[in-house]
């Protein structure tokens, strides 16, 4: 994305403060353990705002009456740090390529916030983090607060990612280009591995290919960590020891997405280990898949989450009833929650820069944000019906069926992103066939 961009999104933020001073920090390297390291991603705010991936970087906006600023901390190049962990852009370089004011080397970020707060009632920062930096500016506005030539500092805190997160609802083109490179990759990578599933393949040798194909055509990791869950695994929601044997006539429920230009997908596809559906197992499919597909035809502008999920739990509660799942009537067991037992979670979650996008679900007056073009989401219906259920008819017993798209609500009402990664049952199982 190019630098326009980026700075037309920290003037719509800088539109959206109060007189104050913001302060947003990069993500710092995580220990893994001992002295090794995490990959380095960034944080998604910062990230929305810059496009800078490195650490140790601090963005800083400024707002008074009669101006905006916006200033940029970055590493200072160190060629002996260059010489382990690679080259740093630096700060002549970061002046070229940001359309920032200035400048500094994150060295002096305590010394430039000194005369930044020395003017200013209010400082925004990530109240909710951790980071240490933002517990260094609550020591400095103290420090200030008690140095009597300081007439004003900063004595109200608050919280800048609730305005990033509010900007992050809807998408822009450019952001939807990129969701739609990391669905052209996680797409190659279901098919991919409908093709090589078989029984007796061990569930992390199936997390592979889905990994390889994501670094081969070069996204930049997972969205979050795969599921892989053959057969009865399918009933733990977050299955992600991925360390079972496939088996033959059992399904696989594979939860994937990679991360593309720090955009995610996030793909839930549920396939025959084998390549053919058991009569049981198609039954179920076909009510989930049926339930999705009339929930997604159902999302446009004005239309709300909450209206999706009611309409998901009903029409579940329909097919589980149908299919001896549930007795009695869909109403009773609806105000029971007796379906909750095996659908228990949400019908899905906004997308973005995070998987699970943290923007708003409802307004400052608690009122629920209704769907409006640009906003993504997914939707996710799913059923789980665990081996050890009695109460299950049996060969239903040690199935669990999730179904999952990425949709982008349109001016008329909505595309699904992930419309072409296979679903029906004719065209996994064509697929899965094709070894
Ligand atoms: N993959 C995480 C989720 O579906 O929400
Ligand atoms: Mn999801
Ligand atoms: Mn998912």
């Not at 400095?140 to 900007?167: G, Y």
């Not at 081996?387 to 595309?415: F, N, W």
Request: with cysteine; glycine share 6%; aromatic share 8%.
């Amino acid at each position: 994305m190019n630098e326009s961009l980026y700075k037309k999104r920290r003037e719509t933020l800088l539109e959206k403060m109060q007189e104050g001073v913001a302060v947003l920090t990069n993500a710092r390297l995580q220990t893994r353990s001992n002295d090794t390291e995490y990959p380095y991603r960034p944080n998604s705010d910062f990230y929305y705002l810059t496009g800078f991936k490195e650490d140790n970087s601090i963005l800083v906006l400024i707002k008074t009456a009669d101006e905006t600023k916006c200033l940029l901390f970055v590493q200072k190049k160190v060629p002996e740090m260059e010489l382990w962990t690679g080259k740093r852009l630096g700060v002549d370089a970061a002046k070229e390529r940001f359309k920032v004011d200035e400048v500094f080397i994150s060295e002096d970020f305590e010394k430039e916030m000194k005369v930044l707060m020395a003017e200013q009632h209010l400082l925004y920062y990530d109240l909710f983090s951790d980071d240490v930096l933002y517990k260094q500016l609550r020591a400095l506005a103290k420090e200030m607060l008690h140095t009597r030539t300081v007439i004003v500092s900063p004595r109200s805190f608050s919280d800048i990612t609730k305005l990033t997160q509010e900007m992050r609802l809807i998408k822009s083109r450019e952001e939807i280009v990129q969701i739609k490179k990391a669905l052209a990759i996680t797409q190659k990578a279901h098919h991919h591995a409908m093709k090589v599933c078989k029984p007796e393949l061990d569930e992390f040798v199936l997390q592979a290919e889905y990994e390889y194909i994501f670094k081969k055509e070069g996204a930049y990791s997972d969205a979050y960590t795969t599921i892989i869950a053959g057969g009865n695994n399918a009933n733990t929601l977050h299955y992600i020891n991925n360390d079972a044997k496939l088996k033959a006539g059992d399904l696989v429920l594979v939860d994937a997405g990679c991360e593309y230009g720090f955009y995610a997908s996030d793909i839930t596809r549920t396939y025959p280990v084998s390549g053919t559906f058991t009569q049981a197992q198609k039954e179920l499919y076909e009510m989930v898949l049926d339930v999705q597909l009339k929930i997604i035809k159902a999302i446009k502008p004005k239309g709300s989450k909450k209206a999706l999920q009611a309409l998901s739990e009903r029409l579940l509660t329909e097919g589980m009833v149908k299919l001896g799942i549930l007795e009695g009537h869909v109403k009773t067991l609806m105000d029971e929650k007796s379906h909750k037992k095996y659908y228990p979670h949400g019908i899905g979650h906004w997308m973005g820069i995070d998987v699970h996008d943290p923007c708003p679900y409802s307004d400052d007056n608690g009122d629920e944000i209704l769907f409006a073009e640009g906003m993504v989401l997914t939707i996710e219906p799913g059923i789980y019906l665990p081996e050890e259920d009695e109460a299950l008819p049996e060969k239903y017993r040690g199935i669990g069926i999730r179904i999952e798209d990425d949709i982008l609500v349109t001016k008329e009402g909505c595309e699904n992103l992930s419309g072409s990664i296979v679903k029906s049952v004719a065209e996994i199982e064509a697929i899965c066939k094709n070894k």
